[in-house]
């Protein structure tokens, strides 16, 4: 069995031509794998990109099988967990409200079952919840470009309240994606929607990538219906937002700004 760690930025051209002959080997096998993949996960590409080399935060998918785990906001994947209040009496002038566990947020896909069981933490709190899994209307359209080796195509989806373009690579006959978005020919390895507040982008991809301990349904929260899942993260959200505000009016500085987009804006 080959194990292949894809570091999509770093492979020199004899690396590539060593990957391209193991990919004709194990391409009629990759449905049966098991794999990982990292990807950087940025809220608000414009403001996040402003003098910083490494932005965003990782991220990770783990496959088998039909069944998905995408994973983010974890504090073991997190430089630095500084809560907004701290921040404040700090001095930052961009907080983000990201709210991380040791669990993270969670997007666990079963597409045999045709459900995601879903973790969100929300003021400190975690909450599980679940949905159908959604139907995602891809359009293929021209365009190419390479990310990293590989050989990547457009593609274009209305979802959640935000348009997407997705790129997908045909090399990796997987149907797998970040967060959500799934259900094209290929591995997505780039998404970003067009108001450029939501981006992927895949780092690495390890095939085979043993993810027992790591391919787990969402535990260790409240279960509520997915409509009340909704409501309290945008609610408690905007109650946290409200808090926040009333500490720099008490603070006299109206300079601070806030980072918080939710990745579902539900105006589909």
Same mark, same amino acid.
């Given at each position: 069995?080959?194990?292949?760690?894809?570091?999509?930025?770093?492979?020199?051209?004899?690396?590539?031509?060593?990957?391209?002959?193991?990919?004709?080997?194990?391409?009629?096998?990759?449905?049966?794998?098991?794999?990982?993949?990292?990807?950087?996960?940025?809220?608000?590409?414009?403001?996040?990109?402003?003098?910083?080399?490494?932005?965003?935060?990782?991220?990770?998918?783990?496959?088998?099988?039909?069944?998905?785990? *995408?994973?983010?906001?974890?504090?073991?994947?997190? @430089?630095? !967990? $500084?809560?907004? &209040?701290?921040?404040?009496?700090?001095?930052? #002038?961009?907080?983000?409200?990201?709210?991380?566990?040791?669990?993270?947020?969670?997007?666990?896909?079963?597409?045999?079952?045709?459900?995601?069981?879903?973790?969100?933490?929300?003021?400190?709190?975690?909450?599980?919840?679940?949905?159908?899994?959604?139907?995602?209307?891809?359009?293929?359209?021209?365009?190419?470009?390479?990310?990293?080796?590989?050989?990547?195509?457009?593609?274009?989806?209305?979802?959640?309240?935000?348009?997407?373009?997705?790129?997908?690579?045909?090399?990796?006959?997987?149907?797998?994606?970040?967060?959500?978005?799934?259900?094209?020919?290929?591995?997505?390895?780039?998404?970003?929607?067009?108001?450029?507040?939501? *981006?992927?982008?895949?780092?690495?991809?390890?095939? @085979?990538? !043993? $993810?027992?301990? &790591?391919?787990?349904?969402?535990?260790?929260? #409240?279960?509520?219906?997915?409509?009340?899942?909704?409501?309290?993260?945008?609610?408690?959200?905007?109650?946290?937002?409200?808090?926040?505000?009333?500490?720099?009016?008490?603070?006299?500085?109206?300079?601070?700004?806030?980072?918080?987009?939710?990745?579902?804006?539900?105006?589909?």
């Amino acid at each position: 069995m080959f194990h292949i760690i894809y570091k999509l930025h770093q492979l020199s051209f004899s690396q590539f031509l060593l990957v391209l002959s193991l990919f004709l080997f194990l391409e009629n096998r990759l449905n049966a794998q098991e794999g990982m993949v990292r990807y950087r996960q940025v809220m608000n590409l414009n403001a996040s990109m402003a003098g910083k080399k490494n932005i965003g935060t990782s991220s990770f998918l783990y496959f088998k099988e039909n069944i998905s785990l *995408y994973v983010y906001n974890r504090l073991k994947d997190l @430089p630095s !967990a $500084t809560s907004p &209040e701290a921040s404040i009496l700090k001095g930052s #002038k961009h907080i983000s409200l990201k709210q991380a566990d040791a669990d993270g947020n969670m997007i666990y896909s079963d597409f045999n079952a045709g459900i995601l069981e879903l973790r969100q933490l929300v003021l400190g709190h975690a909450y599980l919840s679940e949905e159908p899994v959604p139907k995602i209307h891809w359009i293929l359209v021209n365009g190419e470009k390479n990310i990293g080796i590989f050989r990547c195509k457009k593609a274009l989806t209305h979802f959640r309240g935000r348009d997407y373009i997705a790129w997908y690579t045909p090399d990796i006959p997987l149907k797998y994606g970040p967060w959500k978005l799934y259900g094209l020919p290929g591995l997505i390895l780039e998404a970003i929607d067009q108001s450029r507040q939501v *981006y992927f982008q895949a780092d690495s991809i390890t095939i @085979p990538y !043993a $993810t027992g301990k &790591e391919l787990v349904a969402p535990g260790n929260g #409240k279960r509520v219906p997915f409509k009340e899942f909704k409501t309290i993260e945008y609610e408690y959200s905007k109650r946290l937002l409200e808090s926040l505000q009333s500490i720099i009016y008490t603070a006299g500085d109206n300079r601070i700004t806030f980072d918080y987009n939710p990745l579902e804006i539900f105006s589909d």
